[in-house]
T-cell receptor, first 112, second 112 residues
């Protein structure tokens, strides 16, 4: 499989649940990203990992916890979320330098 | 503050028209600029990537131009088709940072 793969595609969770989003890239890129897309807002950068090291945390609440075990995999662990956290969560990867970004299909998260 | 703005927010045109979508950005010291397409509820598909040293890029019926001095990029769609209906997003990377900053997008509808 090529490109950036995200699972699950859809997720409904209660505010007390713990769940994880998974992202995998097969492009040999060395940087991976989590973005949040809410209705009528620009995409918001959440986290950046470069060579497995977190280089950016864009003031994201601690109920979102990223994990990057290697350059090909990225997780977003979720716990005690709020209804306003419902959104499309997009993963992307790029090659450091002048390369463009490749995005996955996203996980549609609904918090009830 | 580094920001990206897209106008118009929405556009509805009959099939066959040639279209121009606009993107403007603060701070002309960009590294590259990327145009994406997003279908409803889906991830982002990369259309064109323009490096800071380039003036334009072409792919099929799409042509993107870059004018750093004026802080503008345009996406030109020739002979529009109903299948072109989607939201088009402009995103800018400044310097050699890990951040890709997005505009709010232009929602395009092409009717038969």
């Amino acid at each position: 499989e090529t490109g950036v793969t995200q699972t699950p595609r859809h997720l409904v969770m209660g505010m007390t649940n713990k769940k994880s989003l998974k992202c995998e890239q097969h492009l040999g890129h060395n940087a991976m990203y989590w973005y949040k897309q809410s209705a009528k807002k620009p995409l918001e950068l959440m986290f950046v990992y470069n060579f497995k090291e977190q280089t950016e945390n864009n003031s994201v609440p601690s109920r979102f916890s990223p994990e990057c075990p290697n350059s090909s995999h990225l997780f977003l662990h979720l716990h005690t979320l709020q209804p306003e956290d419902s959104a499309l969560y997009l993963c992307a990867s790029s090659q450091e330098g002048a390369g463009g970004y490749t995005f996955g299909s996203g996980t549609r998260l609904t918090v009830v | 503050k580094q920001e990206v703005t897209q106008i118009p927010a929405a556009l509805s045109v009959p099939e066959g028209e040639n279209l121009v979508l606009n993107c403007s950005f603060t701070d002309s010291a960009i590294y590259n600029l990327q145009w994406f397409r997003q279908d409803p509820g889906k991830g982002l598909t990369s259309l064109l990537l323009i490096q800071s040293s380039q003036r334009e890029q072409t792919s099929g019926r799409l042509n993107a131009s870059l004018d750093k001095s004026s802080g503008r990029s345009t996406l030109y769609i020739a002979a529009s088709q109903p299948g072109d209906s989607a939201t088009y997003l402009c995103a800018v990377k400044w310097g050699n940072t890990d951040k890709l900053i997005f505009g709010t997008g232009t929602r395009l509808q092409v009717f038969p």
